[in-house]
Structures are given as structure tokens and as C-alpha cells.
């Protein structure tokens, strides 16, 4: 049970990737469109959908202090500068159970930082949704402070709207990383009233997400449902995708004024997050 997994129901069929825990892609059967863009697992991140763990996105400098104490956080081979969205979307997941509708992985992760956790990767279809979950079990003696999310690229052309709600947002500075937080949104990351925007770079966090995220595609809605208040948008011109990532903490929370969304594990503590990808 090493190879790829094609699952499916009555109403959408799916591709799961051990390698990086990914989904090669979602397809719904009632309207033979693509949910997500189709990948071929030939590189880290080429896919429909990846977990982020034990972190989403980045940390400025690779680095941040805990309890008084500073953590270096590992590179790898996917980024020169950042412990990029973790390292679950680069390790082989075991397949702990199968069936012809959902699948359950796992994945052991230790690295010398003080990250040593077990995961659990849930894939699951239920009538027209995919409901994907992680739950990370911390394994270390020390505690350690942790956060995920779900990386999914969007099927997304000039026939496509997104449409969302948020508070405010933090544009995009050197490196990647966030610059100031911001509560005007600027129409070309406004989302408030469905809009294709505009075809170019964009890649900003949202707070004070709603939870609730809608793209339209020629007759099929595609629903984004989390329940956390932070939302990462990002897209590339000549790209037909549109990544919506719900995460539980917002890019750089590790370096933020009470390290927003982590959650400390000590010793056999879990943090759970959850998305579902709803089709109409």
C-alpha cells in the first residue's frame, strides 16, 4: 500500500499521494471539473493540496525564542532560507488504513530544534466534501510549540470568482514574510465582493477570517470551511490557481507579541485542525 490512491464516491474522485501527504488531485464527477489543479508529485509542492506542518509558512530569520531559549529551526531542500511550511509536505507517509471513499495517514518527525511529533493525516470523502484533518502528537520530553494547516491550489481561471471576508490583512515584504498588519484592504486583495482580481503576484495573510471562503467556476461552487481566523492568499500571473490556505496561525506568529495561533505541547498533548471542500 505504498503507491498512490485513487478514491472516490458517487460524486467526487480523489489522488492521494503518500509521498508529501498530498492530494495529486480532486475532481467533481457531476461536473467533470477539476477542484484543485492536477499535479504529478514530480517535486515537493507539485500537487493539488500538501499539509503544513509543524509549522504553515514561514519564520523570519529561521528562528524565534520559546520560554527564554532560542530555536533554530532546520533548512531543507525546498527552500535555501526557511523551515518552509514544515517538513510533512517533504516525507513519505505510512498509509495506516484505506478504504474506497477515505484514507488515514501517519508520519514520524524528529528533528534536533525540539520538534518531535507524530501526525495523523485524514482524508476523507462524505457525499459531495472532502474533509481533511491533522492531529499532531508532541513525543518530546520538552515541550514545544507547534502549528499546520492545509496548502490547497485552487482550479481558478478568468471564469472564476473567490469570495471572502476579513478583518484585516499583512502585505507581502522582503523575504516573503509579512510586513505591518493592516485593516484597509486594498481592492486587489479584497475579496469581500466576488472578483476574479487581477492576474499577478499576490501573497497576504488575512485575519479575522470568517471561516467561510466560496469560489465560483461556471455553474460549480466550490465552499471553503475552518474554523480559524487566519487565511493565507496567494497566486501567480499565467497561473490558473488560486491557493485559499487555512492555517492556524498567521505567517510569522512565532516571532509575533504572544505567538498568535501555536499551541505548546507538552509530552503526549495533540492539536487537531480540520477543512472541508464542499461542491454544488
Not at 472532502?130 to 520538552?142: F, K, P
Not at 515541550?143 to 470568482?161: E, L, N, V, W
Not at 492576474?199 to 495573510?205: A, C, I, M, R, T
Not at 471562503?213 to 487565511?231: C, E, H, N, S
Request: hydrophobic share 40%; charged share 15%; net charge negative.
Amino acid at each position: 500500500m505504498d503507491g498512490l490512491l485513487t478514491l472516490q464516491n458517487a460524486h467526487l474522485r480523489m489522488c492521494v499521494d503518500p509521498q508529501g501527504g498530498s492530494l495529486l488531485s480532486l475532481v467533481s464527477l457531476q461536473h467533470q471539473q477539476a477542484i484543485l489543479r492536477e499535479g504529478h508529485g514530480q517535486r515537493p509542492g507539485d500537487c493539488g493540496l500538501f499539509p503544513m506542518l509543524p509549522v504553515a509558512n514561514r519564520v523570519a530569520g529561521n528562528r524565534f525564542m520559546l520560554r527564554g531559549e532560542e530555536v533554530v529551526l532546520p533548512q531543507h531542500g525546498a527552500d535555501d532560507t526557511f523551515f518552509l511550511h514544515g517538513d510533512g509536505w517533504l516525507q513519505r507517509w505510512q498509509i495506516f488504513t484505506a478504504t474506497q471513499s477515505g484514507c488515514l495517514l501517519q508520519l514520524r518527525s524528529w528533528h534536533p530544534c525540539g520538534y518531535d511529533y507524530t501526525a495523523r493525516l485524514c482524508y476523507q470523502l462524505e457525499t459531495s466534501s472532502l474533509h481533511a484533518s491533522l492531529t499532531l502528537t508532541h513525543c518530546g520530553e520538552q515541550p514545544m510549540i507547534y502549528g499546520c494547516g492545509f496548502h490547497p491550489f485552487f482550479a481558478f481561471d478568468k471564469r472564476s470568482t473567490a469570495q471572502f471576508t476579513a478583518g484585516g490583512y499583512w502585505p507581502e515584504g522582503e523575504q516573503h514574510l509579512p510586513l505591518e498588519w493592516q485593516r484597509d484592504i486594498p481592492a486587489v486583495a479584497d475579496f469581500k465582493h466576488a472578483q476574479y482580481g487581477e492576474d499577478s503576484w499576490l501573497n497576504v495573510g488575512y485575519s479575522g477570517w470568517s471561516g467561510r471562503a466560496v469560489i465560483q467556476r461556471d455553474v460549480m461552487k466550490v465552499t471553503i470551511l475552518a474554523q480559524t481566523p487566519w487565511l493565507m492568499l496567494f497566486r501567480m500571473s499565467g497561473e490558473e490557481f488560486l491557493c485559499l490556505e487555512p492555517q492556524t496561525h498567521p505567517v510569522n506568529a512565532h516571532n509575533m507579541q504572544g505567538q498568535p495561533g501555536l499551541q505548546v505541547l507538552a509530552q503526549g498533548e495533540r492539536c487537531h485542525f480540520a477543512m472541508q471542500i464542499s461542491v454544488e
